[in-house]
Every structure is written in structure tokens, then in C-alpha cells.
């Protein structure tokens, strides 16, 4: 079965500037989850799509990022314009459902490295 | 809101022998998971080992097992016969039993050197 993909894997950019990022799931999986992971901390939720609805955006800086999950399958997170703090990695997590007592497995893909300069 | 503290930033052991990894966390609720991740440099987040917050037996997969003391809050990952490819960084997450709160909550991270 092949896992989450993400690209690019490196990314390098000027703060004002404007990235993005994609993602393809695993096949099947419902849901999809986009992480940040700054330098020397655990990752932390910015956006979980139940299909192509989001169910949590909470953490997400709505006044520069942005993401879509077209027809419930791959995803794009955007950046615009991009801050110094923004240098981090990014993580995509694909699951299936949750599905009562039985825990889903968020199968993560290999991230993409963000500098900002 | 919940959170989970990882109190290590590095552990060293030397191969063979048998390490643990301390993790803490706090919430209000009742009915969760905990999760160890080890994430090498190549960055992907792999599971190692999860526990359901309403079973009292501790999980065990191969040479890693969990000390889970609900009371205490207190989710504890042991190696055993450690190997060089144990090297990486560990992380412990929380995530809610509540349907629809999938997202998982990190801790800081525990970065493991193993010692041929």
C-alpha cells in the first residue's frame, strides 16, 4: 500500500512570498490532517478534513494559510505572505474514519522542510 | 485544553541495554489514547505503540511496552535491547476519545542516542 505523499520536500523562500504545499493521502482514507512542526517541538494541528469538509481549523492563522481538500482526495495548504516564524516542517496524516472505540491509525508522510528568509 | 510534557529533551543507553522515556500529560476527560511516535531524521512519523485510556493492562509491541498510570497521568515508553536503529526522536501525543476529535496533541519530544 503506498503511503502519504507530500511535495515538495524542501521548499525556500522569501518572508512576503507566497508557498504552497500538497499532499496525497492514502487511498481510501477519509480523513486528512496538516501539521506544523517548528524546530525542536512536537507537531500541532493546523487543519483536519473529514472528506472535503473541515472539521477542525482551529489553530490555522486564517489571515495567511489556507488549505482545500478538492473532491476529498489530495489536499493544498498555502501560505501567503510568508512570516520569518513560518520556518518549519509540514506534515501530512492521512486515517480512515473514527469509528467508535476502534482508533485509526494517522499514518503520516515524510513532510516538507520550509525556510523562510 | 490538553497538554503533554515530555520532561526529557535526551536520553543515551548503550545498545543492549534498556531505556525509558517519561511522559506526562493532563486533561479532564476520561475516555482517550496515548500514542509513542518515533520520527528519525528522515522526518515520517512512524507509531510505535498506543494505549486505550480504558484498558488497564499496558500495551506491548516487541521490545517496547508502556507504563500507563492513569491516576498519575503518567505514560511511560520502555526499550528493551536497545538497537542502533532505535535512534530517533520520540514523541508522546494524547488525543481525545470524543467522536470527531482526531487531532493528536504533542509533546515536546525526547531525543534518543544509542551508544554502540
Known amino acids: 500500500e503506498a503511503g502519504v505523499a507530500q511535495s515538495p520536500r524542501y521548499k525556500i523562500i522569501e518572508k512576503r512570498q507566497s508557498v504552497a504545499f500538497w499532499c496525497n493521502p492514502i487511498s481510501g482514507h477519509a480523513t486528512l490532517y496538516w501539521y506544523q512542526q517548528i524546530l525542536g517541538q512536537g507537531p500541532k494541528l493546523l487543519i483536519q478534513f473529514q472528506n472535503n469538509g473541515v472539521v477542525d481549523d482551529s489553530q490555522l492563522p486564517k489571515d495567511r494559510f489556507s488549505a482545500e481538500r478538492l473532491k476529498g482526495v489530495d489536499s493544498t495548504l498555502k501560505i501567503q505572505p510568508a512570516k520569518l516564524e513560518d520556518s518549519a516542517v509540514y506534515l501530512c496524516?492521512?486515517?480512515?474514519?473514527?469509528?467508535?472505540?476502534?482508533?485509526?491509525?494517522?499514518?503520516f508522510g515524510p513532510g516538507t522542510r520550509l525556510t523562510v528568509l | 485544553a490538553q497538554t503533554v510534557t515530555q520532561s526529557q529533551p535526551e536520553m543515551s543507553v548503550q545498545e543492549a541495554e534498556t531505556v525509558t522515556l517519561s511522559c506526562t500529560y493532563d486533561t479532564s476527560e476520561s475516555d482517550y489514547y496515548l500514542f509513542w511516535y518515533k520520527q528519525p531524521p528522515s522526518r515520517q512519523m512512524i507509531l510505535v505503540i498506543r494505549?486505550?485510556?480504558?484498558?488497564?493492562q499496558n500495551a506491548t509491541e516487541n521490545r517496547f511496552s508502556v507504563n500507563f498510570q492513569k491516576a498519575a497521568k503518567s505514560f511511560s515508553l520502555k526499550i528493551s535491547d536497545s538497537q542502533l536503529g532505535d535512534a530517533a526522536m520520540y514523541f508522546c501525543?494524547?488525543?481525545?476519545?470524543?467522536?470527531?476529535?482526531?487531532?493528536?496533541?504533542f509533546g515536546q519530544g525526547t531525543r534518543l542516542t544509542i551508544n554502540p
Open positions: 501525543a494524547y488525543r481525545s476519545g470524543l467522536q470527531g476529535a482526531q487531532k493528536l496533541v
Open positions: 496524516a492521512s486515517s480512515l474514519a473514527f469509528l467508535g472505540r476502534v482508533v485509526d491509525e494517522q499514518f
Open positions: 494505549q486505550e485510556a480504558y484498558k488497564q
